[in-house]
């Protein structure tokens, strides 16, 4: 069974200022897809970013962009220029390619200082 | 909207009761899916459809708990002889399956906040 383990509870960061949130994972499988995604308080999950492990170059959406080290099964997560508005938790999610269900960690709640 | 809507947001019960959730994805999703979520932690799986078809089941789903899809659209989440361990956040999303090997994003409602006094 595929694990996700995020081992930061909670992290900070000053407005403007660039944090980074780590990420592992356990699986067998060679082929599957990498989610990080964003809760704020009281509002529904969206997707912040995803990564396909069968692609090397690390993908970049906007401010958000990851470091995915496949053989180490590694999957942070850098939010540069961070602003008030991400603040929230975020969650690293798992999925096969051939599975419907996707696995979460347990969440780092982010907090940005202005 | 069009996003994934849930009914209702909160839903507080007594210990033993049974309580009912509706999830309504969206438009054209075939797949839709059922995830709890307790308090410091991340979503959990419970089950997903494609179609009215229920593909798979978590061992978490016990024989109190039954999902139903019966005309693939709309699901219900029904929880019989509610425990006050059932207390959660129960949440629902939907993608759309495109019957090939390929990403499909999962969208997420704002889910039912369950309360077992």
């Known amino acids: 069974a595929q694990t996700v383990t995020q081992s930061q509870p909670e992290m900070s960061v000053q407005e403007a200022e660039t944090v980074t949130l780590s990420c592992t994972y356990d699986t067998s499988e060679s082929d599957y897809y990498l989610f990080w995604y964003k809760q704020p308080p009281s509002r529904q999950m969206i997707l912040v970013i995803r990564?396909?492990?069968?692609?090397?170059q690390n993908a970049t959406e906007n401010r958000f962009s990851v470091n995915f080290q496949k053989a180490a099964k590694s999957f942070s997560l850098k939010i540069s220029d961070s602003q008030l508005g991400d603040a929230a938790m975020y969650f690293c999610a798992y999925r096969s390619t051939n599975a419907g269900k996707s696995t979460f960690g347990d969440g780092t709640t982010l907090t940005v200082k202005p | 909207d069009t996003g994934v809507s849930q009914n209702p947001r909160h839903k507080i019960t007594k210990r033993g009761q049974n309580v009912t959730f509706r999830c309504d994805p969206i438009s054209e999703h075939n797949r839709l899916y059922w995830y709890r979520q307790t308090l410091g932690q991340g979503p959990e799986f419970l089950t997903y459809?494609?179609?009215?078809?229920?593909?798979?089941k978590s061992r978490l789903l016990s024989d109190r708990f039954s999902a139903e899809r019966p005309k693939g659209s709309f699901s219900t989440l029904e929880i019989q002889r509610t425990e006050q361990g059932d207390s959660a956040m129960y949440l629902c999303?939907?993608?759309?399956?495109?019957?090939?090997?390929?990403?499909?994003?999962?969208?997420f409602g704002p889910g039912t906040r369950l309360t077992v006094l």
């Open positions: 999303a939907s993608s759309r399956d495109r019957g090939q090997r390929g990403y499909n994003e999962q969208f």
């Open positions: 459809f494609q179609n009215e078809a229920q593909l798979e």
């Open positions: 990564q396909e492990a069968y692609k090397q």
